[in-house]
């Protein structure tokens, strides 16, 4: 990103690059069964800035987003004749997202190479995905397959402390304090319209389209991540 950067930034101690890279890896046994809930899969994201030191304890500045996941959940019962759990329906999600937003931080309180300040960032993403079940019946051993693609819209406005910590005159570490956190999620999601098809006798069932909006207000923890903090790299031109 730096290297990108430096044809059009002007030689200027104000222009500055940063950002974060998130990687989440979900593994977990299933020694007591199955639980629909615990998936199993991989996400990444990546969340590139460039921004625009104004004063010394005012910043803002673009940012981006980039990300992509895929988790499996597994949903089931004990079979007591066989002594073995049995798989009733497996649900396969996947999601793209792409997005960009504005940032705007002020620094509160300097300690030397350590600095607090308060950050407010609003970013809007777009995501395509799809949802894919396999149904099996418990009677025939044989599968229901159905997939559904969607799309999501989705807008962050979040509210958080981050304590920076300057290692030298041009790199420092950025780190979002998440649990201190206030953040406002609004997510509209449009499940196209698909098929259904059951292989025993071939028949295809028309699912419609339909679309579902939810907002939340997170204080602290987020709900869909609950992590404690946000660390990222930031580099000064």
């Given at each position: 990103?730096?290297?990108?950067?430096?044809?059009?930034?002007?030689?200027?101690?104000?222009?500055?690059?940063?950002?974060?890279?998130?990687?989440?890896?979900?593994?977990?046994?299933?020694?007591?069964?199955?639980?629909?809930?615990?998936?199993?899969?991989?996400a990444?994201?990546?969340e590139?800035?460039?921004?625009?030191?104004?004063?010394?304890?005012?910043?803002?500045?673009?940012?981006?987003?980039?990300?992509?996941?895929?988790y499996?959940?597994?949903?089931?019962?004990?079979?007591?004749?066989?002594?073995?759990?049995?798989?009733?329906?497996?649900?396969?999600?996947?999601?793209?997202?792409?997005?960009?937003?504005?940032?705007?931080?002020q620094?509160?309180?300097?300690?030397?190479?350590?600095?607090?300040?308060?950050?407010?960032?609003?970013?809007?993403?777009?995501?395509?995905?799809?949802?894919?079940?396999?149904?099996?019946?418990?009677?025939?051993?044989?599968?229901?397959?159905?997939?559904?693609?969607?799309?999501?819209?989705?807008?962050?406005?979040?509210?958080?402390?981050?304590?920076?910590?300057?290692?030298?005159?041009?790199?420092?570490?950025?780190?979002?304090?998440?649990?201190?956190?206030?953040?406002?999620?609004?997510?509209?999601?449009?499940?196209?319209?698909?098929?259904?098809?059951?292989?025993?006798?071939?028949?295809?069932?028309?699912?419609?389209?339909?679309?579902?909006?939810?907002?939340?207000?997170?204080?602290?923890?987020?709900?869909?991540?609950?992590?404690?903090?946000?660390?990222?790299?930031?580099?000064?031109?």
């Open positions: 990103m730096v290297l990108l950067l430096l044809p059009v930034l002007p030689a200027a101690a104000q222009w500055f690059v940063s950002g974060n890279l998130d990687f989440n890896l979900s593994r977990h046994t299933r020694d007591q069964g199955f639980d629909a809930t615990k998936p199993e899969g991989m990444l994201r990546f590139p800035r460039v921004g625009y030191t104004f004063t010394p304890s005012l910043q803002a500045g673009i940012t981006l987003l980039l990300s992509n996941q895929k499996t959940y597994t949903d089931g019962y004990y079979d007591h004749d066989v002594e073995e759990w049995k798989t009733l329906e497996m649900t396969d999600r996947t999601l793209m997202t792409a997005g960009a937003g504005l940032f705007v931080r620094r509160c309180l300097d300690l030397g190479p350590f600095a607090v300040a308060v950050e407010l960032n609003a970013v809007y993403s777009l995501g395509w995905g799809d949802t894919k079940q396999t149904q099996y019946d418990p009677r025939t051993k044989g599968p229901i397959l159905f997939k559904t693609p969607y799309t999501l819209g989705q807008l962050d406005v979040r509210l958080v402390p981050v304590v920076t910590y300057r290692l030298t005159d041009r790199f420092g570490i950025d780190g979002y304090i998440d649990l201190l956190s206030l953040c406002y999620t609004r997510s509209t999601v449009r499940h196209n319209r698909t098929y259904r098809v059951d292989p025993y006798n071939s028949t295809k069932t028309l699912t419609p389209e339909y679309s579902e909006t939810v907002s939340s207000l997170d204080i602290g923890l987020h709900a869909h991540t609950a992590k404690l903090l946000t660390l990222g790299l930031s580099y000064t031109f």
